[in-house]
T-cell receptor
Framework: GNSVTQMEGPVTLSEEAFLTINCTYTATGYPSLFWYVQYPGEGLQLLLKATKADDKGSNKGFEATYRKETTSFHLEKGSVQVSDSAVYFCALTLSGGSYIPTFGRGTSLIVHP | EAGVTQFPSHSVIEKGQTVTLRCDPISGHDNLYWYRRVMGKEIKFLLHFVKESKQDESGMPNNRFLAERTGGTYSTLKVQPAELEDSGVYFC??????????????FGEGSRLTVL
């Protein structure tokens, strides 16, 4: 079956530190990959996505590259801010399928001033 | 444009009681999804509506859970009778139908259910 594995949190960083949140996946077929973010008191919202191998998704200073050879989609940001504190979820959908995302367990990020 | 709204935001009930969660999707979105997240674990798919029809309910845990989507608009998820393991955050999401589908889902803030 399809699954997404994320690194366990919480990840605690100081402001302006470099961020990496690891995500690997298992899928039958050719998935599209997503990062969603949930800020405190809000619903999940799409942060970025990539639909094929070697694509790079980017938004708000965050980036992730779809690596088919390592089945990974790691989230990175060069300099985090306190406002980036949130829970980050990696997800996949199968192209041409039902578009029902399979999510990871989420990684909590805490950024201190 | 209003987003996905869920009600209640938090419900505390005793084991054996009934709870009904409601979701109002974004207007015009044919697809509606229910997910559940138990503390610290992955967000698990429960079911998927296309308009008023259940397209996929493979994630529903058991027959204590009943989901409906009246007239293809809002949806309700009823848990009867509730058990301790039903505690968690229930998320509703919606997405456009047809060529509007991109894989992106639009989520509500979630309904936190605590069963004592």
């Amino acid at each position: 079956g399809n699954s997404v594995t994320q690194m366990e949190g919480p990840v605690t960083l100081s402001e302006e530190a470099f961020l990496t949140i690891n995500c690997t996946y298992t899928a039958t077929g050719y998935p599209s990959l997503f990062w969603y973010v949930q800020y405190p008191g809000e619903g999940l919202q799409l942060l970025l996505k990539a639909t094929k191998a070697d694509d790079k998704g980017s938004n708000k200073g965050f980036e992730a590259t779809y690596r088919k050879e390592t089945t990974s989609f790691h989230l990175e940001k060069g300099s985090v801010q306190v406002s980036d504190s949130a829970v980050y979820f990696c997800a996949l959908t199968l192209s041409g399928g039902s578009y029902i995302p399979t999510f990871g367990r989420g990684t909590s990020l805490i950024v201190h001033p | 444009e209003a987003g996905v709204t869920q009600f209640p935001s938090h419900s505390v009930i005793e084991k054996g009681q009934t709870v009904t969660l409601r979701c109002d999707p974004i207007s015009g979105h044919d697809n509606l999804y229910w997910y559940r997240r138990v503390m610290g674990k992955e967000i698990k798919f429960l079911l998927h509506f296309v308009k008023e029809s259940k397209q996929d309910e493979s994630g529903m845990p058991n027959n204590r859970f009943l989901a409906e989507r009246t007239g293809g608009t809002y949806s309700t998820l009823k848990v009867q009778p509730a058990e301790l393991e039903d505690s968690g955050v229930y998320f509703c999401a919606s997405s456009p139908g047809g060529t509007g589908r991109t894989g992106e889902l639009f989520f509500g803030e979630g309904s936190r259910l605590t069963v004592l």
